[in-house]
């Protein structure tokens, strides 16, 4: 089982970050050539992101790079120089329909990019979130989602709080189409990084939503979303126990059975051993 936990954005124009990002544990690391980059720097970075993503120096890490959106200045360059680089996939904003993701991938396919290379889509428009099911449907490179809150945020007109009302039709939306179509889906970022509080309880709602993992801006994030992400020592033995007390009660001829005072049938065994991938 491939590990998104811990999904870390750094600028592709800063040299140090990309350098100590060898020795971050996030599971994912994204070199950004889009937002975090100034117009100025953009060619400087896209040279930098395909240095590092060659470099084969951040050992297990899945390696992403994301492009600048499709129909800007930038796009051509950005997605030759991924899908010709050693990266493991591409992140694309601003995706918005069927349409986008028909084009993101017969580009992909022109500029050379290998057979498994994957992209990422960010959902960060409305129109996205209203499309999304189509979206999920339509493509055969579409690794997942990734959520841009941000973006999201702003074309709603809407307001930053602590318990994402706002954005959470959205979020809910784009969660429903990953699952049915058996895609990654990532929590969008938080902005405040030097409030861990703030960021585990968001961590924990998205972990309970069922994201797969988070984006994250800073390396003091990385911890806690590996964290919250992992099931914990206890969780993983109750599992196993709960599969033990079904093959018990099959045994017996039985489809239901009791575990801790609770009803239990296949589906909890299915839960349960979602859970045990993760015990590596
Ligand atoms: C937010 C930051 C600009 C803060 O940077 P800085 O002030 O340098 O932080 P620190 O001094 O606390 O940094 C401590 C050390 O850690 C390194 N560092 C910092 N951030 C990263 C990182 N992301 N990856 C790797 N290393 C990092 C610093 O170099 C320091 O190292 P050292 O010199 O050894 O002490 C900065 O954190 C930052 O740029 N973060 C990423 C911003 C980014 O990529 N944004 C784009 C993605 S998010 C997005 O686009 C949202 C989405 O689209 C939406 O719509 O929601
Ligand atoms: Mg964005």
Known sequence: ???????????????????????????????????????????????????????REYGEKEILIRSNAPGTPWWKEDLKAICQSKADGLVVPKVSDVGDIMGIQNSMYNAGAPCDMKFWAMIETASACLNIRQIAESGRRLAGFMMGANDLTLELHAKRTHNRLPIMTGMGMTILAARANDLCVLDSVYNDFKDITGFE???????????????????????????????TQEEILEAKALINTFAEAQDKGQGVATFKGKMIEELHVREAERLLAFDI
């Open 201 to 231: 309880a968001e961590c924990q709602q998205a972990e309970e939503l069922g994201f797969d993992g988070k984006t994250l801006i800073h390396p003091n994030q990385v911890a806690s979303a590996n964290s919250i992400f992992s099931p």
């Open 1 to 55: 089982m491939k590990l998104r936990r811990s999904v870390l954005f750094m600028p592709a124009s800063n040299e140090r970050a990309l350098e100590k990002a060898k020795t971050i544990p996030a599971d994912v690391l994204v070199f950004d050539l889009e937002d975090a980059v100034a117009p100025g720097a953009k060619e400087a970075a896209r040279v930098l992101a395909v240095k590092a993503a060659n470099s």
